[in-house]
């Protein structure tokens, strides 16, 4: 790769770290590739639980950015080193900085809430980039999914869970409504809205029983290990499909969340009126056809 254009791709992803099949491996977040097409992104702050600080939302955004852009890649595990997903925001790095601007002398009420504006946007566009990535997102959880935790699985395409994980919207417990996406999301995830808000306002954990039961996660494995190995087949799986019909396919379910019946079915006519043209298709009709496995090139 030219040097100048690798520089380019570190200073526009923010990561200090290095380039693996040109896939960024950032301080607090590490990416491998398991199998063809397939990536696992992993929290990397097992010393602290995985809690998330500035750094880790800005590469956690950053490989997500590259690798909606990578045309290698097709489908995304999503997991937590250590003993939990993630335990929440890291108080003490997060508590710091918002209390840096609140009690800055410096600084006016206009000031303040600006500087707050741009913090508060980072995390949200961090954990908006797993929903906004057009593969599918496939998160591996375990042990605590709170506060930070379930605001970022929230965002993924589908969520599974080792019998051991817990689950809470933790924000109430440190003086804050939850403003990086649970409140936003949850109940477009899930039917019942008394229970959601029950979550919210009392702080209150479910375990992962409960969390299928109330329709936050899809499966519940024995172990954390069967619970990755789970994620990971379903990533092969959904690696093995043609590009073109699962990203419009995610592209679509998106959509038709947030808009009308007719305005997501005029959505997809025009979506469909070029993707249809695709080669795809006919890889498709022909492998049924000969009852073969279809390969299909990266998009």
Known sequence: MNRSLLTLQKHALGCSAQFVSTVPKCNFVDVTSPADHVYHVQLNRPDRRNAFTLDLWRELRAVFDHLSSYSKCRSIVLSGAGKSFCAGIDLQDGVKGLMAIIQDPDMDVARKARALRELINICQTSFSSPE????????????????????????????????????????????????????????????????????????????????????????????KEDCLEGSLNLAKEIARKSPVAVQGSKIALNYARDHTVDDSINFLLTWNQSQLQSEDLVKSAMAAMSKQKPEFNDV
């Not at 599918?136 to 599974?160: F, K, Q, T």
């Not at 936003?184 to 995830?189: D, E, G, H, P």
Request: hydrophobic share 45%; proline share 1%; aromatic share 6%.
């Open 132 to 223: 906004k990535c057009v593969k599918p997102v496939i998160s591996a959880i375990h042990s605590h999914c709170i506060g930070a935790g379930i605001n970022l699985v929230a965002s993924c395409d589908i969520r599974y869970a080792s019998a051991d994980s817990i689950f809470s919207i933790r924000e109430v417990d440190i003086g804050l409504a939850a403003d990086v996406g649970i409140l936003n999301r949850i109940n477009k995830l899930v039917g019942n809205d008394s229970l959601t808000r029950e979550l919210a306002y009392t702080a209150r954990d479910i375990n992962a029983t409960q969390a299928l039961q109330y329709g936050l996660v899809s499966r519940v494995f024995d172990s």
